[in-house]
């Protein structure tokens, strides 16, 4: 294992960690920032397969494990949506809120969110996933199941989808709210 490699996982460790603390603890709920995390993910993840070059040999093994592992971000991120919670913000949030604001920031929230233990359980699924299909495709040959691409790729979708679900129930909540 090379220094880089070291590099890698513990960026990834600490990406993890940084997910599950905050879908642990109340968050101020301001979908467009949501949403950075994603774009980011997925942009770097292709970068990171274009120039690494493993994308010009797939084989029908690298498709199958890289299909599966999308199916279960995809299925994982709905259910970390579906299953956040809201409430109103209080004046802790809001005052952590406005410390981490930033010029061009939606207005000020008026809920926070946490998935809390499912969503632990559902990021726990995930990564046994992730890891039994990084040694399966392994033992199969597969170049792509090992890549740091296909990885920030997955979470880009999952981070995608959860949030994709995650707005469309707060916005129903905000309505409900209001009457």
Known sequence: MSIVNIGEALLGVALLVWIVYRQMTWTAVDVGRMWRMPAILGLVGVVTLVSSGSTKALTA????????????????????GFVATFRPITEKGLAAWRARRRPGDAAEPTTESRTGWIGLVLWIVMVAVRVGLGFWGHSLGSALAESSGVILLVLAVNRGLRTLVFSLRHDRHLSLAAR
């Open 61 to 80: 093994v690298d498709l199958g494990l890289l299909a599966l592992e999308l199916a279960v971000a995809v299925v994982t991120g709905a259910l970390m």
